[in-house]
T-cell receptor, first 115, second 111 residues
Framework: GQSLEQPSEVTAVEGAIVQINCTYQ??????LSWYQQHDGGAPTFLSY????GLEETGRFSSFLSRSDSYGYLLLQELQMKDSASYFC????????????????FGTGTLLAVQP | GAGVSQSPSNKVTEKGKDVELRCDPI?????LYWYRQSLGQGLEFLIY????????KSGLPSDRFSAERTGGSVSTLTIQRTQQEDSAVYLC?????????FGSGTRLTVV
């Protein structure tokens, strides 16, 4: 089966840089996505890596290395509002069973930003 | 609509009753997904609709769970004979391409 592992919790201070890792045991996926979810809210899309390398979107960057089965989300200039859960997700191909665009989510990382 | 809309936002039901959860996706989005999220946990895939193709039901946990999507738009997730372990937030998402837009979910509590 497919699985994605993330650290359960990360703590950092305002203004700092934090990296949230995602390691996976799967193959043949189309890309790695990242979602943010505030407590009680809906997950919102942050970033997508269709190819290996770094994607930058403002204060957030995401990285993918298929050869290492590894990706990460990098948050810079942390703000209190960044306190949330962060999920990596892979988009699956047909041989996972069913149609494409099926997302398998990681276990999630709770980020706590302290003043 | 402007976003994915789910109703009700909260539902409390007695064990053994049936419940229906509704999802209105973003207009024009061809794909629609249902997920389940237990307290403090990740998102568990339930079912996926893509256009007129047969739905991917591989994530449904038991035959008490079913879903339909009428006219390629609104979807209803039905849970029959609810059990306490069905208590969770049920999230709906829709998409056109690789990223999904989520609704705020329905918090289901089975007592």
């Amino acid at each position: 089966g497919q699985s994605l592992e993330q650290p359960s919790e990360v703590t950092a201070v305002e203004g700092a840089i934090v990296q949230i890792n995602c390691t996976y045991q799967t193959s043949g996926f189309y890309g790695l996505s990242w979602y943010q979810q505030h407590d009680g809210g809906a997950p919102t899309f942050l970033s997508y890596n269709g190819l290996d390398g770094l994607e930058e979107t403002g204060r957030f960057s995401s990285f993918l290395s298929r050869s290492d089965s590894y990706g990460y989300l990098l948050l810079q200039e942390l703000q209190m509002k960044d306190s949330a859960s962060y999920f990596c997700a892979v988009r699956g191909p047909l041989w996972w069973g069913g149609a494409t665009n099926k997302l398998i989510f990681g276990t999630g990382t709770l980020l706590a930003v302290q003043p | 609509g402007a976003g994915v809309s789910q109703s009700p936002s909260n539902k409390v039901t007695e064990k053994g009753k049936d419940v229906e959860l509704r999802c209105d996706p973003i207009s024009g989005h061809t794909a629609l997904y249902w997920y389940r999220q237990s307290l403090g946990q990740g998102l568990e895939f339930l079912i996926y609709f893509q256009g007129n193709s047969a739905p991917d039901k591989s994530g449904l946990p038991s035959d008490r769970f079913s879903a339909e999507r009428t006219g390629g738009s609104v979807s209803t997730l039905t849970i029959q004979r609810t059990q306490q372990e069905d208590s969770a937030v049920y999230l709906c998402a829709s998409s056109l391409q690789q990223f999904q837009a989520f609704g705020s979910g329905t918090r289901l509590t089975v007592v």
